[in-house]
């Protein structure tokens, strides 16, 4: 049977508005093998009129419906509420899940969710061999990545291997999405366009989850810059961010980018991400020279024992260093910082504190709390002892506001303290964000925003009609 594909893009509770960079990558590798998916991208319609613009939008014959979503801020919740609309409607359609979350935890999923079938890793290869399977008459593809439930009610799949080489298939396709929705928003609020380069990082830390677990894989650098190059000549963005785990690790690479970057002529400002250990001299001057504005980095705690307890393989000196040697050549540091280990005290908080005023890093600091994610040695000690508070479906499912909502609390402090120093540490660190004024726009935040102060955008809204229900 030739299902229709339908690749669904749902809301979730956040604080910015993104482009689905996933979805896309997905919807560009099935154009390669001449599969043309529709695109049911609910973010630019009104909230209370989401469900009618689906149901009117869904094909009339069974389909194969894609959902990729991330972990935690309700995303789980949203994407289940439109499977069950599609069962219920059209019963005999597939829903399928992709992303970060199902790929952490696959069988969960299949055991206790609406979908059909999971996806576990990099789409953009399993996804298109799936949809041909399907089409060409298996009821049950079977492969790496593929993941469902048998007849016998048990869960099959193996997991796939992940991409050492990201080529063509991973490129994001536009085409196919409301762009001037999308490159409005990043306008009027004054973020940077996200670009994907690479993904992967070398270090091992406890917490941290890893999409395809170990390894690093890279797109061609010219690849990544025809992308750039094509956001800039049809939207007028020229700022990027990279949402690379650390874009700088590979210095070959990131010279080979600012080389070619710089032999095009692409006079474009970017953002990146980078551990501690990467940030020396000779990079952050080359990269300033070619238009590094700002970079992120995790330090995590200020407390060396912590550091060494989680894997983080760095010394607070050298975070001091690093935030000194970026300030020196005028890219702004964002830091990353993490409360709520089990062994932490007060003294730490306040040690944090004072982290903060002496590297002069007000307002440029992301405060999250602890928060055992699926598929990480820090999920897995949690339930092994019996530390997530609730069964494990319900926990994955329930995650919320992830980073700035306390999920856990693994410390020996009442949760009323360790809320206490988060208000008081994330007052201090975190930084201004313009909120949106355009309705469209307004209407996809969280009413709190909590993570930042908010101060209203400077531009006007972008005079744009199609983003009410057609």
Known sequence: MTYPVVLVNVSRNT???????????????????????????????????????????????????????????????????????????????????????????????????????????????????FVKALREGESFPEGPGIFYKGADGQVVGTKAKRMRRLDHLSRQNYSLFDMDFYSGYFKEVGLSWEIMASRGCKAHCSFCYKFMGDGIGLREVGEVLDEIQYIMENYGITKFYFVDENFMQIKK?????????????????????????????????????????????????????????????IDIEDAERAVKLLRQYGIRPHVNLIIGFEWESEDDYKAMLEFIERNDLRGTVKLSYLTPLPATRLYEDAKSRNKLGKPEFEYVRTLGNLYWELMVNMTNMPDELLKHYYALISDVGKETRALPVTPAYRQNLNDDLVMYKTVAAPSPPPAHAAWSLP
């Open 15 to 129: 604080n910015a508005i993104s482009f689905p960079m996933g979805l896309s990558v997905v919807a560009n590798a099935l154009l390669h093998h001449d599969i043309t998916p529709q695109i049911i991208d609910l973010i630019p319609v009104m909230p209370d009129q989401r469900i009618d613009y689906f149901l009117r939008t869904m094909p009339k014959e069974p389909a194969i419906y894609g959902f990729s979503m991330m972990i935690g801020n309700f995303h789980l919740d949203h994407a289940e509420h439109y499977a069950r609309l599609i069962k219920e409607h059209s019963p005999d359609s597939i829903v399928v899940y992709g992303g970060s979350l199902p790929s952490s935890v696959p069988e969960l999923l299949v055991e206790n969710c609406e979908c059909d079938f999971v996806i576990h890793g990099e789409g953009e290869v399993v996804f298109p061999a």
């Open 253 to 313: 690479y990131f010279y080979s980018f600012l080389e070619e970057k710089k032999n095009r002529g692409l006079n474009f400002t970017f953002i990146a991400s980078s551990r501690i250990d990467e940030i020396d001299e000779e990079r952050i001057s080359i990269a300033k020279e070619h238009g590094l504005t700002a970079l992120t980095t995790g330090v995590e705690s200020v407390n060396q024992a912590t550091l060494n307890a989680i894997d983080k393989r």
